[in-house]
């Protein structure tokens, strides 16, 4: 299954001086989400493409729960669904550490402070949205890849 994630969308059309691209670039920089109608014409398209119709891992999206009401819908339109919506849980301090030793361009430990307040303003309320609909299993991500490998796969009954 190809693995989608909208932010390696997003650095590719910002490499590409798309105009698309040009447009998310600053909210990438800064560490706010890029608006959501951006974010989701790229994940169409890219959900559309041959090898996404037999199952994807999305990864960095939903962001919040507008994406989430829009995937339900987009989703229905190109008649696919998901199974699964995996929770990676690791401890604020630990996550700045592990994206300081990334070092990814926004990853300044002011820029990936700033994404952490985003997610909590904005994204964790998903956390709720999918567990009212018991769809959501939470995995301990502050273990060996080895086991964190293991939980995921225990998680979607593989
Ligand atoms: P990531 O690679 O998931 O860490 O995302 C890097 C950056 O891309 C984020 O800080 C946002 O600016 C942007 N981004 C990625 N996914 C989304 C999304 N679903 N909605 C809005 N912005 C996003």
Redesign the pocket.
Known sequence: MPHV????L??AAVSQHTPLGLK?RS??DN??????EL?LAL?EERLQSADAQRGWIL??????VA?ADTLEQVLEQMNQRYDHVLNLEVPVEIIVQRLLRRGRT?DSEAIIRN?LE?YQAQTAPLIQFYQQRNQLHSINGHAPVEAVAASLRQAIGG
Request: proline share 7%; no cysteine; aromatic share 8%.
């Open positions: 994630s909208t932010g390696e997003l650095r998310a909210y990438m560490g706010e989400l890029v608006p959501d974010v994940l990864d960095g999206f939903p962001r919040n994406q926004d994404r985003v």
